[in-house]
């Protein structure tokens, strides 16, 4: 029991003490250096661009032929052609949006991703839509020659905005 109380622990535990002292000091300075060589290997983060517009692999004759065949239905001036240019349209317009990779079940889905600073016609083709939507769903609705041209040159717009014709 003697021996317990010989022992000067007061110095063993002050020398301890410095000694886990004096390793941290070491050990920061060590992770500061490392940090600061590593530093190099780090990836480079930046803020995500805008996500850039694809142009649809359809800019081609292709296209245009397809466009043109929907204007020749609008022209011929029949209730039944108008409305079929009408829906064509839509659908084209659908087709386009979904290799722009604007995801969605239906074009609604994907009207609703586009944003005016990319598409300055995305309101005009908001309505056009809802227009084609009445023509498809509503028995007996009818559409004049002249307000069909304005639905058509609406998409056409916007097919331009796009970049496709």
Request: aromatic share 10%.
């Amino acid at each position: 029991m003697d021996t317990i109380n010989s022992v000067p622990w007061t110095q063993i535990f002050s020398i301890a003490r410095g000694i886990f002292i004096i390793a941290n000091i070491l050990l920061v300075v060590f992770f500061v250096f490392s940090l600061a060589k590593s530093r190099h290997y780090r990836p480079k983060f930046t803020l995500l661009p805008r996500r850039p517009r694809k142009q649809p692999t359809l800019k081609s004759e292709a296209l245009r032929e397809h466009w043109q065949a929907i204007l020749r239905k609008l022209e011929s001036g029949g209730s039944e052609a108008m409305k079929i240019a009408i829906i064509e349209a839509d659908s084209l317009v659908g087709d386009i949006l979904q290799r722009l990779d604007y995801t969605g079940e239906h074009l609604a889905d994907r009207l609703a991703k586009l944003s005016i600073e990319d598409f300055p016609s995305v309101e005009k083709l908001w309505q056009a839509h809802r227009i084609r939507n009445e023509l498809v769903h509503a028995p007996g609705f009818e559409i004049s020659p002249s307000h069909a041209e304005e639905i058509i040159s609406v998409y056409e717009s916007f097919l331009k905005e796009a970049g496709v014709l």
